[in-house]
């Protein structure tokens, strides 16, 4: 709790995929993953939000177990699949690839 209080906790969000995105308007977070509509995401009391380069979003926060489920919330919404490898991912995560389809021989 005394880390939390110095230097608080953070986490970091990454966007991979064609089109995937996010902005700030105002307090909310907006986020493009290919849905037909985008998603936002109000405010969260003693958590600060910030969207760097559009595909990395800044969970910051005192309270570490807040911090992890606002950041598990956002990438829920569209977690990271085995084969493209599209989706919201953490940073420094490591996601397992799949093989596709074999071809006809």
Do not use: C, W
Not at 66 to 80: D, E, N
């Amino acid at each position: 709790m005394v880390i939390g209080v110095t230097s608080g906790f953070q986490k970091y969000l990454d966007l991979v995929g064609v089109g995937y995105r996010s902005q700030m308007d105002g307090e909310s977070l907006i986020i493009n993953v290919g849905y037909s509509h985008p998603v936002i995401l109000g405010p969260t009391p003693g958590i600060t939000m910030k969207v760097e380069k559009n595909t990395t979003i800044l969970i910051e926060g005192i309270d570490k177990e807040i911090v992890g489920k606002i950041a598990s919330k956002i990438r829920a919404v569209r977690p990271p699949e085995p084969y493209k490898g599209k989706g919201i991912r953490y940073r420094n995560e490591y996601i397992k690839r799949k093989a596709g389809k074999a071809g006809k021989k």
